[in-house]
T-cell receptor, first 113, second 114 residues
Framework: AQSVTQLDSHVSVSEGTPVLLRCNYSSSYSPSLFWYVQHPNKGLQLLLKYTSAATLVKGINGFEAEFKKSETSFHLTKPSAHMSDAAEYFCVHTSGGYQKVTFGTGTKLQVIP | DTGVSQDPRHKITKRGQNVTFRCDPISEHNRLYWYRQTLGQGPEFLTYFQNEAQLEKSRLLSDRFSAERPKGSFSTLEIQRTEQGDSAMYLC????????????FGQGTRLTVV
């Protein structure tokens, strides 16, 4: 069975401070992991993906995530939050060649001016 | 716009009516996915097509739901005898081979059943 857990439903940071959005996965197979962002009234946009290459993955808009097998984690980080980062973020998991994906329940990021 | 497009963006219907949604994927993408997203939840997989073949269906897809992709291009999702519990955002995504997790999403159709 595969699942993904986003540990925080809401995260609030001040503009210019670091962002950390947490994601843990469970899977019997080698996982592929993704982060998506969803702005209000906009479609889901792929931020970055891990597919068993480098464990530190860089994405768009300054975001990156590190795959840690020992901790079964794939946390999303950004050194300095921008107001435009305020959105909902989803951690996504697939396993092997399986075409079904499992979305986390999402983390809403609030950026305070 | 060459992304995934969905129509309509919003639909309000009375309980018991049938509704149909359309998804136009990115033109060269052979894989197409339907998801449902309810308030406060992440999207849940409904079904998946490779070209015109429907290869996977979730248990969430009851007998009242049917999806087609007749020519391997656009797809339709029909819900018959709608129920209030069907109220949700219905998302379509497409990809060219590769992992389903890296698909491109449309903006969704928000269905409200009253």
């Amino acid at each position: 069975a595969q699942s993904v857990t986003q540990l925080d439903s809401h995260v609030s940071v001040s503009e210019g401070t670091p962002v950390l959005l947490r994601c843990n996965y469970s899977s019997s197979y080698s996982p592929s992991l993704f982060w998506y962002v969803q702005h209000p009234n906009k479609g889901l946009q792929l931020l970055l993906k891990y597919t068993s290459a480098a464990t530190l993955v860089k994405g768009i808009n300054g975001f990156e995530a590190e795959f840690k097998k020992s901790e079964t984690s794939f946390h999303l980080t950004k050194p300095s939050a921008h107001m435009s980062d305020a959105a909902e973020y989803f951690c996504v998991h697939t396993s092997g060649g399986y075409q079904k994906v499992t979305f986390g329940t999402g983390t809403k990021l609030q950026v305070i001016p | 716009d060459t992304g995934v497009s969905q129509d309509p963006r919003h639909k309000i219907t009375k309980r018991g009516q049938n509704v149909t949604f359309r998804c136009d994927p990115i033109s060269e993408h052979n894989r197409l996915y339907w998801y449902r997203q309810t308030l406060g939840q992440g999207p849940e997989f409904l079904t998946y097509f490779q070209n015109e073949a429907q290869l996977e269906k979730s248990r969430l897809l009851s007998d009242r739901f049917s999806a087609e992709r007749p020519k391997g291009s656009f797809s339709t999702l029909e819900i018959q005898r709608t129920e209030q519990g069907d109220s949700a955002m219905y998302l379509c995504a497409s990809s060219l081979g590769g992992q389903a997790g890296g698909a491109f999403f449309g903006q969704g159709t928000r269905l409200t059943v009253v």
